[in-house]
């Protein structure tokens, strides 16, 4: 334990080097030297330079901050982490098969590449329009320089779409020169994912992929799914321009056949798997990696669905199982052979549903989700198979999400029905058990003896009842930092040294929300995704005292909306006289662009009526008034503190 003052990361504490050394010995770990050579198969090329630079000149991208990983596992890092970290760092282009290639270790997805008839099908151009670039130059230049004639977004997260402009210009896909192909839903789920949420969502992120975090082994490591997350990157979003709706859809991109599975609410709200018949080769998108994914993942999103999840690989095993000769995905390596892949959806199908139907089970005789959480274990077969390992997703995180999808976070026992908030119930805890100095006494012994966990616990209500209280900011640190070197998943090892790292030096202090999201995305949003996106900007106090409504005229979308607020919300609908809605007192009209600069506080509105960009039609004081006092939003709040 670290002395009061000492701000530094702490090494690891004798308990926590005497697990990971015995982790060390673990079963599944032996197959490690498999999953290295299936990582290292095909390797044509190695990255031309260790760093991917921005247009600005700083670098979005360094694999040589991942030098430190050539060593053995240290004390400070689980062991199976480790090995993870040292597999996500094989970096460059790989052949798959003859015509299919993939570029990994440059981002946190992966690139696959395919050689059509006269150019380029690429799948999944990454978080960053600059890694995206990056890996597309490293294919022309080992296979020859081609366009791309198709881009295939296997889901809505950013990761498997945000680069889209790093391979592709929007002209060419506006001529109908390149395809977008994407699953039914993706734009919606893409966009609303990273706007309603997008201000908390993007902050939490920071702790589940270690973006404030040094990169060492007493810091960043590896996320488990991939190295990490490109910083300071641009990101973009270019419309689909087909839709797969139905499982059986067959498509011939440029002399390619591709037979489309359909698979909503699995690892994305909108996602998909695909074959290649004529190759013998199946797409899992990132329903099938090398890891156990996230149910729940930990930046926040919609809980996934378990159940659906292991159907699907059911039946993209009946569809493809018996078809196949190589299997990939958008994160990690591939597996090839018939016998292999059969063997690889199986684990996941069987993983996925005995989380189900074991947290189910457990819930049914009346546990709640910690207690189902710590006492659930995978059998031999499942905790035995290196890809089932929790590098990424946990048992204890997957069995709480299963838990709230089916019953929610009430656990039906009233003394949990109304809990005093965190600050309020921090200051009865510490004065309950004594004052500060007595809670943090008691803690240091529990320190002493390893129970990290009941220190965390402890000291946080100390922390919360008083967050100028350094000596106990830097006992909660001490623990959270053991709790991370012993952690195996990646995002679960971030998310505690992000806290330790906090609770000694502060949160960061910005202004605003950031820089906001991009313009593809806020461009990609309907006129109701804004109208929504405004609703949740409205602060209660402005909006409570009067009823009030406006008709709102989008030109270059051709929409017309009857926006009413009244009891401190907003209803709108695209009735010209609605019921519940006061009869308007203005008309807005504007272009999507305008409005989505008022609804994001780019602009005001004195100033777009100034340059002619908006035209209101009756009293506009009211909603000079309304835009003046819209909550705005802070991307560095606190997490660790009150």
Same mark, same amino acid.
């Given at each position: ?63 040589? %901050? ?17 090995? /993870? ?11 798959? %098969? ?66 889209? #402009? ?17 699953? *039914? ?73 591709? +037979? ?16 290649? !018949?004529?190759?013998?080769?199946? +797409? ?5 990696? +090398? ?35 190589? +299997? ?29 139907? /074991? ?26 198979? !290196? ?27 009233? %003394? ?11 200051? #009865? ?70 806290? *330790? /790292? ?74 010209? /006289? ?63 503190? %009150?």
């Amino acid at each position: 334990m670290g002395q009061l003052g000492d701000l530094n990361p702490k090494p690891a504490s004798k308990l926590t080097e005497e697990l990971n050394h015995a982790a060390r010995h673990l079963h599944y770990l032996h197959g490690d030297d498999n999953e290295r050579h299936l990582a290292e198969r095909g390797l044509i090329a190695e990255a031309s330079s260790p760093q991917i630079l921005h247009a600005g000149g700083w670098p979005v991208w360094d694999l040589e %901050a991942f030098e430190f990983l050539a060593q053995k596992a240290p004390a400070e890092v689980h062991p199976g982490l480790w090995a /993870q970290a040292q597999r996500n760092s094989i970096a460059g282009l790989f052949e798959m %098969a003859p015509g299919f290639y993939q570029v990994r270790g440059l981002d946190l997805a992966n690139m696959t590449v395919i050689e059509a008839e006269t150019g380029w099908i690429v799948i999944d151009p990454l978080t960053s329009e600059e890694t995206a670039r990056a890996a597309l130059n490293l294919v022309n230049e080992h296979l020859g320089a081609r366009e791309v004639v198709a881009v295939i977004y296997t889901h809505s997260h950013i990761d498997h779409f945000g680069g889209v #402009r790093g391979v592709v210009d929007e002209d060419d896909v506006t001529a109908g020169r390149v395809q977008i192909i994407a699953p *039914a839903g993706f734009l919606e789920a893409a966009v609303s994912e990273n706007i309603l949420a997008g201000n908390v969502m993007t902050r939490r992120a920071t702790y589940m992929y270690g973006a404030l975090l040094p990169k060492g082994p007493r810091g960043h490591v590896d996320c488990g799914l991939g190295k990490g997350v490109p910083l300071l990157a641009s990101q973009g979003l270019i419309a689909p321009t087909v839709e797969i709706i139905e499982t059986g859809t067959e498509m011939v991109v440029d002399g390619v056949r591709i +037979c489309f599975q359909v698979t909503p609410d699995t690892e994305a709200p909108a996602e998909m798997n695909f074959h290649f !018949p004529d190759h013998r080769i199946l +797409c899992m998108a990132e329903n099938c990696t +090398c890891t156990m994914h996230n149910l729940y993942t930990p930046r926040g999103a919609q809980v996934r669905d378990a159940l659906s999840w292991s159907k699907y690989l059911q039946e993209a095993l009946d569809l493809f199982g018996d078809r196949s000769d190589v +299997c990939f995905a958008s994160h990690h390596w591939p597996r090839w052979g018939h016998d292999e892949i059969v063997e690889q959806i199986s684990i996941h199908r069987d993983m996925y549903r005995y989380l189900h139907d /074991q947290t189910l089970r457990m819930a049914n005789h009346g546990l709640v989700a910690s207690e189902i959480a710590e006492k659930l274990e995978f059998p031999d077969e499942l905790a035995e198979e !290196p890809t089932a390992r929790g590098y990424y997703g946990t048992i204890s995180h997957n069995v709480k999400a299963i838990y709230q999808r089916y019953l929610g976070w009430f656990d039906a026992n009233p %003394a949990h029905l109304h809990n005093h908030p965190p600050v309020a119930a921090a200051k #009865r805890y510490v004065e309950f058990m004594g004052g500060a100095e007595s809670v943090l006494a008691k803690a240091r012994k529990s320190f002493e003896q390893g129970d990290y966990r009941w220190v965390v616990e402890v000291v946080n209500h100390v922390v919360f009842a008083d967050p100028e209280n350094l000596e106990a900011k830097l006992l909660q640190a001490d623990a959270l930092e053991q709790l991370g070197y012993q952690a195996e998943s990646g995002p679960w090892r971030t998310f505690y040294l992000s806290g *330790a /790292q906090e609770l000694r030096h502060g949160h960061p202090v910005g202004s605003g929300g950031g820089s906001g999201p991009s313009s593809d995305l806020v461009g990609a949003m309907s006129v109701e995704m804004l109208i929504d996106y405004l609703a949740i900007r409205l602060r209660n106090h402005v909006s409570g005292s009067k009823a009030w409504s406006l008709r709102l005229e989008v030109g270059d979308r051709s929409e017309s909306w009857t926006i009413g607020i009244q009891r401190g919300t907003l209803a709108a609908t695209r009735k010209q /006289q609605p019921d519940g809605i006061a009869h308007p007192e203005l008309t807005l009209r504007c272009n999507h662009a305008t409005l989505a600069s008022l609804v994001f506080g780019q602009k005001e509105l004195s100033e777009l009526e100034r340059l002619g960009e908006v035209e209101m039609d009756g009293r506009s004081d009211t909603l000079a008034e309304l835009f003046a006092h819209l909550d705005t939003f802070d991307i560095w709040f606190p997490i660790v503190t %009150a």
